[in-house]
């Protein structure tokens, strides 16, 4: 979709997110991006509407998921693969990402508050000024020490600790 106008660019988002979430995988695969399965389950809103803009600008330019200000809120996203993926800005409270590949990702001011992170993999992620209250971790495997304080002081659970739970860095 190369090309294409602001306008059309915002129209064909809002097309996408218009349709059921069967189709929203059709038209994925057909863009070659069917591993972003997530975003058959979106809302429409206007903070997705801007998301998707993004992916459909240039789908095959596509490496690693840019989600900055999406609106994840309420959603399964179990074990998904958000790997490097920036989540600046996002909304995923009350989301399940149980087991999820989250290496790299960028959390920066995202809202986590009450969302369950359980099992999922969490080296070298950043989590400055992010919503975590009520955030359940598990046991926050690949976080750091310095990461693990600060989370927990600003209201994370974490239900269990192991002496692999801090990344050697």
């Known amino acids: 979709m190369i090309n294409l106008t602001i306008e059309e660019l915002r129209n064909s988002a809002i097309r996408f997110l ?3 979430p069967e189709q929203r995988l059709k038209t994925l695969k057909k863009l070659g991006i069917g591993r972003y399965t997530f975003l058959s389950k979106i809302k429409l809103n206007e903070a997705n509407i801007v998301c998707m803009m993004q992916f459909l600008q240039n789908p095959q330019q596509l490496k690693f998921p840019n989600l900055v200000g999406a609106d994840l809120s309420s959603l399964i996203l179990d074990e998904v693969n958000f790997i490097r993926g920036n989540l600046t800005n996002v909304n995923l409270q009350h989301s399940s990402l149980v087991n999820a590949d989250l ?4 959390f920066t001011k995202a809202d986590l ?3 369950d992170l359980t099992g ?6 950043i989590w400055t000024e992010a919503l975590v209250a009520g955030c359940q971790f598990g046991g926050g495997i690949g976080l750091t020490q310095l990461q693990y304080q ?3 002081l600003r209201g994370a659970r974490f239900t269990y600790l192991n002496k692999r739970l801090f990344s050697n860095y």
């Open 18 to 20: 218009e349709q059921n």
């Open 103 to 106: 290496l790299f990702a960028n």
């Open 113 to 115: 508050r009450n969302a």
């Open 120 to 125: 999922a993999t969490l080296n070298e992620t």
């Open 150 to 152: 600060d989370l927990k």
